[in-house]
């Protein structure tokens, strides 16, 4: 009988570890860095791309066999740069997705947000970068 009360007591522990305000909170927290750095790698990209168009606007009617080969590895280089990042983005968009998939967490809820949370994240991030 001690044993069974002895699991019980240690079950509820665990339970209020996983499920508790707190850590509702601090998985909540961990999921809001998440998207916070999807964004910051979003707006990276559109940079980057902004970066190489207009390194291709300054050749605007000239084919890329004419082009200086400096220029020709500083626009595979910006490219492989913007590549890079999508492949990056993805990744962690990935995770993202997949964990939320996982815990199917309610704080994906307006109403259902842990104490000191203050909006809900939304379910599955963006549609993956494939340009």
Known sequence: MRCLILLLLCGCSTVQNEFGADALLRKYEAFKNIYANLDAKDASIKVAEARVAAFE??????????????????????TSEVAG???SFNSLAADYNARMVKDNYAFCNAGDL??????????SFRPYEVK
């Open 114 to 123: 842990p104490k000191g949370a203050k909006i809900p994240l939304p379910r």
């Open 57 to 78: 606007r300054g050749y605007s009617g000239v084919p890329r066999t004419q082009w200086p080969r400096a220029d020709l590895e500083q626009h595979n280089l910006l």
């Open 85 to 87: 990042m999508k492949a």
